[in-house]
């Protein structure tokens, strides 16, 4: 479902999220950063997907590149990702 609604709508951010959310609770993680990567080129403003790529890159082991996900979210206005960076 969430690679057909890319099909129908490859200039569409939140569809390569979707997906890519997929492939986290799937365990696929590789796959996950693929499609957050395309929706942040798509939509760099959106604070859900720097946070999504956070999680995904924390589950990765990537904590380094996690964290500047998170801040960058915060810089955008996400008050979450500013708590979840004072912790």
């Known amino acids: 479902v969430c690679t057909h609604a890319v099909e129908l ?6 569809a390569y999220n ?16 693929r499609d957050l990567d395309k929706a942040l080129v ?3 403003k959106s604070t859900s ?10 589950h990765a ?3 380094g ?3 500047a996900d998170l801040a960058k979210a915060c810089d955008l ?8 960076l004072k912790k």
Do not use: F, H, I
């Not at 709508?9 to 939140?14: E, Q």
């Open 49 to 58: 997907y720097w946070t999504n790529r956070y999680l995904v890159r924390m």
């Open 77 to 84: 206005g996400s008050e979450a990702a500013c708590d979840e």
């Open 9 to 14: 709508a490859p200039n569409d951010g939140g």
């Open 61 to 63: 082991g990537q904590s």
């Open 18 to 33: 979707n997906r890519a959310m997929a492939y986290y609770k799937a365990g696929d993680d590789k796959a996950a950063l």
């Open 42 to 44: 798509l939509e760099p």
């Open 65 to 67: 590149a996690a964290r």
